[in-house]
């Protein structure tokens, strides 16, 4: 299995050599810290995630590029907007995946995309209909809603903010999801129309498994505000860091615009 991907030491290496403040929301089961950063002085609060699960490790290194670029480029953030970006909430699921192919769990073999408070009954149900006893490479939600340390430590962080929108990013698809459960705000899928426009990027609505115990998912039923997973790049994963510019190039438009979302 190729081991050339974007880790946790290359997270490490980044976070040296930028110039924005940067602080650990909490700690993995492993003990690894789940880092976040923060842009802009505004008090209208976004959020940016990636990397909940482990070898969609990709969407990390997309975060941290855009985070280079908007420090290169400051005036592309409102005034009135401060950006947190956790470009890895999964960091022990990114090193396993260098060994266990497929791997998108934490390291207690829990799913953290399906460890939130939406739908995680129906999480419980689905596994069980697919043979899916307990700990697990992939789509095992434990056995509570945010019995994990990543899951607790987000839902903590957020807890503590006022976030207008949040973004979750995972690969791959070229997608994006807007709803869950029909409790979005009315206006979600035209701001989603509006993220996508000029790109390859298409708005979905998810179906079986993916509808339900998402970051994004929660986000909409906690608080009725506007949440969006975007599926990043084509083909298989792990997607090769090799795509990471073309994928950069395709999203770049979307992660833009996704910065006024925060603004309506």
Same mark, same amino acid.
């Given at each position: 299995?190729?081991?050339r991907?974007?880790?946790?030491? *290359?997270?490490?290496a980044?976070?040296?050599?930028?110039?924005?403040e940067?602080? *650990?929301?909490?700690k993995?089961?492993?003990?690894?810290?789940i880092?976040? $950063?923060?842009?802009g002085?505004?008090?209208k609060?976004?959020?940016?995630?990636?990397?909940f699960?482990?070898?969609?490790?990709?969407? /990390?290194?997309? &975060?941290?590029?855009?985070?280079?670029? &908007?420090?290169? +480029?400051p005036?592309? =953030? @409102? #005034?009135?907007?401060?950006?947190?970006? $956790?470009?890895?909430?999964?960091?022990?699921?990114?090193e396993? /995946?260098?060994?266990?192919?497929?791997?998108?769990?934490?390291?207690?073999?829990?799913?953290?995309?399906?460890?939130?408070?939406?739908?995680?009954?129906?999480?419980?149900?689905?596994?069980?209909?697919?043979?899916?006893?307990? @700990? /697990?490479k992939t789509?095992?939600?434990?056995?509570? @809603?945010? +019995? #994990?340390?990543? !899951?607790?430590?987000?839902y903590?962080?957020?807890?503590?903010?006022?976030?207008?929108t949040v973004?979750?990013?995972?690969?791959?698809g070229?997608e994006v999801?807007?709803?869950y #459960?029909?409790?979005e705000?009315?206006?979600s899928?035209?701001?989603a129309?509006?993220?996508?426009?000029?790109?390859?990027?298409k708005?979905?609505?998810? +179906?079986?498994?993916?509808?339900?115990?998402?970051?994004?998912?929660?986000?909409?039923k906690?608080?009725?505000?506007m949440?969006?997973?975007?599926?990043?790049?084509?083909g298989?994963?792990p997607?090769? &860091?090799?795509? &990471?510019?073309?994928?950069?190039?395709? !999203?770049?438009?979307?992660? =833009?615009?996704?910065?006024?979302?925060?603004?309506i």
């Amino acid at each position: 299995m190729n081991n050339r991907i974007y880790g946790y030491n *290359s997270l490490k290496a980044d976070l040296k050599n930028i110039n924005s403040e940067f602080f *650990s929301i909490g700690k993995t089961h492993l003990g690894r810290e789940i880092y976040c $950063i923060k842009q802009g002085t505004g008090t209208k609060e976004i959020l940016y995630a990636g990397a909940f699960h482990g070898m969609e490790w990709l969407t /990390s290194a997309m &975060l941290m590029k855009f985070i280079k670029n &908007l420090e290169n +480029s400051p005036d592309l =953030i @409102p #005034e009135n907007l401060a950006l947190f970006t $956790i470009p890895m909430v999964n960091p022990d699921g990114v090193e396993i /995946s260098k060994f266990r192919e497929g791997w998108q769990a934490n390291a207690r073999g829990v799913d953290p995309n399906h460890n939130f408070d939406a739908g995680h009954e129906n999480s419980r149900a689905f596994e069980k209909a697919h043979g899916i006893t307990g @700990p /697990s490479k992939t789509r095992y939600a434990g056995l509570y @809603p945010f +019995s #994990e340390a990543e !899951t607790d430590a987000l839902y903590k962080f957020v807890k503590n903010h006022d976030f207008k929108t949040v973004f979750a990013f995972h690969s791959q698809g070229m997608e994006v999801y807007y709803n869950y #459960e029909n409790l979005e705000p009315p206006y979600s899928y035209a701001v989603a129309k509006f993220l996508t426009e000029n790109t390859d990027y298409k708005v979905c609505t998810p +179906s079986g498994f993916a509808s339900f115990g998402g970051f994004k998912d929660w986000f909409i039923k906690e608080y009725r505000r506007m949440g969006f997973t975007v599926e990043i790049g084509l083909g298989e994963n792990p997607l090769p &860091l090799s795509d &990471l510019e073309k994928v950069y190039k395709d !999203t770049y438009p979307l992660l =833009i615009k996704g910065l006024k979302t925060a603004l309506i």
